[in-house]
């Protein structure tokens, strides 16, 4: 049975960092497109980065520059580096993983099977 589950989440002031994990279960299992996705109240869910398993990545224009998606390997955890935070930052965070590379192409949550329960992410000003 296939389990993400992340932490990291938590308060922060404007302009600090933090850093988001997801593990995975079963570690073994090489997927083909993992991400991250975020949604805030009231907001549709959108995504903010992804890594594929030639570790190619792409960022929303929102989190360029800011944000670092990184899995060194199939042992290790998915890691958003969050920095620079802004307010408009807020909202719950999701990890994402799918076995196959389409969600990488078309960057839509409905386009990755499997998904983690989420961390709060709050920014204040």
């Known amino acids: 049975q296939v389990q993400l589950v992340e932490s990291g989440g938590g308060s922060v002031q404007a302009g600090g960092s933090l850093r988001l994990s997801c593990v995975t279960s079963p570690w073994t299992y090489n997927y083909y497109c993992m991400g991250w996705f975020r949604q805030a109240p009231g907001q549709e869910r959108e995504w903010v980065a992804l890594?594929?398993?030639?570790?190619?990545?792409t960022y929303s224009d929102s989190v360029k520059g800011r944000f670092t998606i990184s899995k060194e390997n199939v042992r290790e955890p998915l890691y958003l580096q969050m920095s620079t935070l802004k307010p408009e930052d807020t909202a719950m965070y999701y990890c994402?993983?799918?076995?196959?590379?389409?969600?990488?192409?078309?960057?839509?949550?409905?386009?990755?099977?499997?998904w983690g329960q989420g961390t709060q992410v709050t920014v204040s000003s």
């Open positions: 994402a993983a799918s076995e196959s590379s389409w969600g990488c192409t078309t960057r839509s949550h409905t386009d990755l099977e499997f």
């Open positions: 890594i594929d398993s030639d570790g190619r990545t």
